[in-house]
């Protein structure tokens, strides 16, 4: 992309710097997309935090979606590995530094989960012996209504 060799002035350096991280973020972004779409994001995230909320249970009794925190921690893994490459490149001292950092996320691999599958495993959420709880925040409450299509 750049020449290794080439000494840049610490102004130029840092113009490098960011075109890379600019780079890096779109790359990220792009296998996200590849997987999951932000609605699909947003959906993962009600899920994961009706689950921190309440100790829903599904059909087969184990606790909250082990898919949706699949999915969950593929997306912090993901973006985690951006941030550390992203401080990579912007503590670099060299073209050449910056140049080893990796664009590829194909080492996450594929989404372990999609959205429709997600739903489908909170649709066999019970939340009927959710009833009758005392003092649950309106939020818990809109959730358990909505889920039980009150």
Same mark, same amino acid.
């Given at each position: 992309?750049?020449?290794?060799?080439?000494?840049?002035?610490?102004?130029?350096?840092?113009?490098?710097?960011?075109?890379?991280?600019?780079?890096?973020?779109?790359?990220?972004?792009?296998?996200?997309?590849?997987?999951?779409?932000?609605?699909?994001?947003?959906?993962?995230?009600?899920?994961?935090?009706?689950? @921190?909320?309440?100790?829903? &249970?599904?059909?087969?009794? $184990? *606790?909250? /979606?082990?898919?949706?925190?699949?999915? =969950?921690?593929?997306?912090?893994?993901?973006?985690? @590995?951006?941030?550390?490459? &992203?401080?990579?490149?912007? $503590? *670099?001292? /060299?073209?050449?530094?910056?140049?080893? =950092?990796?664009?590829?996320?194909?080492?996450?691999?594929?989404?372990?989960?999609?959205?429709?599958?997600?739903?489908?495993?909170?649709?066999?959420?019970?939340?009927?012996?959710?009833?009758?709880?005392?003092?649950?925040?309106?939020?818990?409450?809109?959730?358990?209504?909505?889920?039980?299509?009150?």
């Amino acid at each position: 992309m750049y020449a290794p060799h080439v000494k840049l002035s610490p102004a130029a350096l840092d113009a490098v710097k960011i075109n890379c991280r600019d780079a890096l973020f779109t790359s990220a972004i792009t296998y996200q997309s590849m997987y999951i779409t932000p609605v699909g994001i947003s959906a993962v995230n009600s899920a994961k935090d009706r689950g @921190d909320l309440v100790a829903f &249970r599904t059909g087969d009794g $184990s *606790a909250v /979606s082990e898919k949706a925190w699949a999915v =969950v921690s593929w997306l912090r893994n993901l973006w985690l @590995d951006y941030t550390i490459r &992203r401080d990579a490149i912007m $503590s *670099a001292q /060299s073209i050449a530094e910056i140049e080893a =950092v990796a664009h590829d996320f194909s080492n996450h691999g594929p989404i372990p989960y999609d959205a429709f599958e997600i739903e489908t495993e909170l649709a066999a959420w019970d939340v009927t012996n959710l009833d009758g709880m005392a003092n649950l925040p309106a939020s818990v409450q809109a959730i358990i209504d909505a889920m039980k299509g009150a």
